[in-house]
């Protein structure tokens, strides 16, 4: 069984602050990960994703994630937040075997709200 | 390349109605999905194929059927709208379901189910 959870529901930043998304995840074998943002009224876009190559990960627009296996967590950061990172971001877990093979479970999603 | 395309992108039903969300995709994935979003609940697998003719559930399938009669085509039925189909539905694509590739999402169909 695998599972994500997103720390925090609504993160609200300002313009020019760090942004840092929580994601702690749950999964019996070596997880795949990854970040969609959803902008509003629009479908999920892949921010990055964690493949096993390597831990740090970097994403579009300026984000990155980090692969912690000892803490099962896969936080989203962005140095300076823009007005534009305001969106919806999901973190998703799928494996490479068992039941779950290939299929995305997401977490809750958390909305950014950033500020002038 | 349009990618992955829904219609319509907003309904709404009577209790009891039917209808079929059309998923469209022109990048010649074989490996289609349907998703339902609820607020602070992320989304949840409702079906998804593997390949024209081949279909199967995933983790919320109650209420829905789905068919793949073509590479491209996935649609999503509901039979008896009830209102806890109130959702946000995404269609998505993958070249395959190998856990490295990436799903690309339609922009969704808003459903009110009264």
């Known amino acids: 069984a695998q599972s994500v959870t997103q720390l925090g529901s609504h993160v609200s930043v300002s313009e020019g602050a760090l942004v840092l998304l929580r994601c702690n995840y749950s999964?019996?074998?070596?997880?795949?990960l990854f970040w969609y943002v959803q902008y509003p009224n629009q479908g999920l876009q892949l921010l990055l994703k964690y493949t096993s190559a390597a831990t740090l990960v970097k994403g579009i627009n300026g984000f990155e994630a980090e692969f912690k296996k000892s803490e099962t967590s896969f936080h989203l950061t962005k140095p300076s937040a823009h007005m534009s990172d305001a969106a919806e971001y999901f973190c998703a877990v799928t494996s490479a075997g068992g039941t779950s093979y290939g299929k995305l479970t997401f977490g809750q999603g958390t909305i950014l709200t950033v500020h002038p | 390349n349009a990618g992955v395309t829904q219609t319509p992108k907003f309904r709404i039903l009577k209790i009891g109605q039917s209808m079929t969300l059309q998923c469209t995709q022109d990048?010649?994935?074989?490996?289609m999905y349907w998703y339902r979003q609820d607020p602070g609940m992320g989304l949840k697998l409702i079906y998804y194929?593997?390949?024209?003719?081949?279909?199967d559930k995933g983790e919320v399938p109650n209420g829905y059927n789905v068919s793949r009669s073509t590479t491209e085509d996935f649609p999503l039925r509901l039979e008896l709208a009830a209102p806890s189909q109130t959702s946000v539905y995404f269609c998505?694509?993958?070249?395959?379901?190998?856990?490295?590739?990436?799903?690309?999402f339609g922009p969704g169909t808003r459903l009110l189910v009264l």
């Open positions: 998505a694509s993958s070249y395959s379901m190998n856990p490295q590739e990436t799903q690309y």
């Open positions: 999964s019996s074998v070596p997880p795949y």
């Open positions: 990048m010649n994935h074989n490996y």
């Open positions: 194929s593997v390949g024209a003719g081949i279909t």
